[in-house]
């Protein structure tokens, strides 16, 4: 993707920042709800085969979305799956943290 359509993409969502290669979003709850939280993405990831980098640290967690088999680069899969996460974030109450 150029770097235009990538700026486009992250206009369309919200909360997520484009990081070097990568698009990166942080979400706070429990540190218990994050592993949770955790949990339900990487199902989704496993279903639509595109896996995020997840961090999780007391009462945050940081998802960083690129596309690994395309040579470490952004493509459409990635902001495909950042709304994955989005609503399955929503979905349990996470609280997204401020760029």
Request: charge should be negative.
């Amino acid at each position: 993707m150029t770097d235009d359509e990538i700026t486009d993409r992250l206009a369309a969502l919200p909360g997520w920042e484009r990081d070097r290669d990568a698009i990166t979003r942080t979400f706070t709850h429990t540190y218990h709800e994050c592993v949770h939280l955790a949990m339900y993405v990487a199902a989704k990831a496993r279903e639509v085969g595109h896996h995020p980098d997840m961090h999780i640290t007391w009462q945050r967690i940081r998802f960083v979305i690129t596309t690994h088999d395309a040579g470490h680069r952004i493509t459409v899969k990635d902001f495909e799956l950042a709304r994955h996460i989005d609503a399955i974030a929503a979905g349990h109450g996470a609280t997204p943290v401020a760029g």
